[in-house]
């Protein structure tokens, strides 16, 4: 049986928008030192979708793919 025990199911509403403008502010860094040039709202517009999973739907899906058993969230 394999255990994850690291995982976060994310909405953009279960966080105080500080919390989002850091993390926006970060990716947004990284990205540029990558050379991927792209306004804050256009990282918000194309990252910040993949981490919300109110439903769990998609780690579900991933857990399978990976064929993880269980998962601590």
Known sequence: MIIDFHCHIWIEDW??????????????????????NLPPSEVKNQVFPAFWDPTGERLIKAMDE????????
């Open 15 to 36: 966080l105080p928008e500080r919390f989002w403008e850091g993390v926006l502010s970060i990716i947004t860094r990284m990205m540029n030192r990558l050379g991927l």
């Open 66 to 73: 990976a064929q993880i058993d269980k998962a601590v969230i």
